[in-house]
């Protein structure tokens, strides 16, 4: 547990961006139709925005950034921080950051850099932006996250294909002294790092002989150990066990009241992960807790800024909401935050 | 804790199809139709759900029928 807090910076607005190309889980032929049928029901995901083999995770985040500054009516050369957080990089090396900041006209001396965290990079990303600019230095950061995870599923591997769509966000945060304070509590566990892991191209076993071979693991999942691997049974024990504590322990020590929270944004792992964490946590106004998971897919480290660009834009950009948002996943790492939100630019969700 | 039957008819109702009077405790719960592994995520979320009690894949794969969840999860409520 690390209950932090973040005082000075205010969200100012969000966009998000999703692939032009819908697939829809109905038409999975790897596995029978009742099958395709009871993923649906279970994971509430049916349909996915798939990237083409043109569009990297930064192009997903280049067109929310670009369009949310002009909106914004932000000169580039304000913009002193942008924070890019993925676990699927447009290159190994350089950083997808750097290449943004040129690629959005950002000036020389603006800080870039990568973070690599997925489903609670989100959360995280806010609170390392938040501080970089709550005391005032820096004034003007833009946080960008996103995942092309598509690119690492393996078709034939039931337990993953399916589950995962493709996005990326924009979120730009400002230094201001009349700012609530963001409250968050953050966790790490790597004993927990097989649950969610692709073996290979990285320096620990780099590219080997078998590296593209498909391997038969059990009936229906078949994938090569350059692809992801994902322990559903793991990883549900693991958002049990740690996510609802988390929260609880989050407003416990922020002392808020969780019922004075307008809508609680979770991680969109899926729908049978999500619902048991709402009803551990009692909350039992569904209208409070929103999903995208059902048009979107598991979208990783996007799914917290897709979830309120698709589901909240109304209610952010005319009003104040105190928000929980919880991220939770691949690592382990996990974390949430209760953060108030007052009339943001909420851009409509952008395709490419 | 409700009894076996009860818990047998109350699992049996989270699958798909199932017609009555097909699923019993002495069960194996792999065998009951349309089986397939997204079932075991169904059975901890129920599990966990109904009884508070969080079942892992070592729990899973040292059960085969309807009866040894019961017993698991009595176990596991008792500890």
Request: net charge negative; charged share 20%; glycine share 6%.
């Amino acid at each position: 547990m690390s209950f932090v807090t973040v005082n000075n910076v205010i969200i100012k607005g969000m966009a998000a961006c999703v692939p032009v190309d819908v697939y829809d889980n109905l038409s999975y032929e790897h596995v029978t139709v009742s099958e395709r049928e009871l993923f649906i029901k279970t994971t509430g995901i049916k349909e996915r925005r798939v990237a083409n083999e043109r569009t990297s995770t930064s192009d997903m985040c280049f067109e929310p950034a670009k369009q949310l500054i002009d909106k914004l009516n932000w000169d580039k050369s304000e913009i002193d921080i942008v924070i890019f957080v993925t676990q699927s990089p447009d290159y190994f090396i350089p950083g997808s950051a750097v290449i943004l900041q040129d690629k959005l006209g950002f000036k020389k001396s603006c800080l870039a850099f990568d973070i690599n965290l997925g489903c609670s990079g989100y959360v995280y990303g806010l609170y390392v932006l938040g501080n970089l600019l709550s005391s005032g230095q820096l004034k003007k950061g833009l946080l960008l996250v996103g995942d092309k995870s598509t690119v690492s599923t393996s078709y034939t591997d039931k337990s993953a294909y399916p589950l995962f769509g493709d996005a990326g966000s924009a979120t730009a945060l400002e230094f201001n002294t009349s700012a609530e304070p963001m409250y968050f509590n953050l966790s790490s566990d790597g004993s927990g790092k097989d649950a969610i892991i692709i073996e290979h191209g990285g320096s620990r076993h780099g590219i080997q002989d078998d590296t593209f071979d498909l391997v038969d693991i059990e009936p229906g999942v078949q994938r090569a150990k350059r692809h992801l691997k994902l322990d559903g049974i793991d990883i549900f024990n693991f958002a049990l066990r740690e996510v609802p504590s988390n929260v609880n322990e989050l407003y416990h020590l922020a002392q808020k009241n969780i019922t004075d929270t307008d809508y609680f944004v979770f991680h969109q792992a899926n729908k049978l992960i999500n619902e048991s964490v709402r009803k551990k946590l009692k909350i039992t106004d569904t209208r409070k807790v929103p999903y995208s998971i059902n048009q979107y897919g598991n979208t990783s480290s996007a799914s917290i800024p897709l979830t309120m660009v698709t589901q909240l834009a109304e209610e952010l950009s005319s009003k104040k909401q105190t928000l929980c948002l919880s991220g939770f996943g691949v690592g382990y790492s996990w974390g949430s935050a209760i953060i108030d939100l007052e009339n943001i630019i909420c851009l409509p969700l952008i395709e490419i | 804790m409700i009894s076996v039957e009860e818990f047998t008819e109350q699992l049996a109702a989270e699958f798909e199809d199932v017609e009555p009077n097909t699923v019993f405790p002495d069960t194996n719960y792999r065998d009951i139709k349309n089986w397939s592994s997204m079932y075991a995520l169904i059975i901890i979320a129920f599990i966990d759900a109904n009884f508070d009690v969080q079942l892992n894949a070592e729990n899973l794969k040292a059960t085969q029928t309807v009866r040894d969840l019961y017993d698991i999860v009595c176990q596991k409520m008792n500890a």
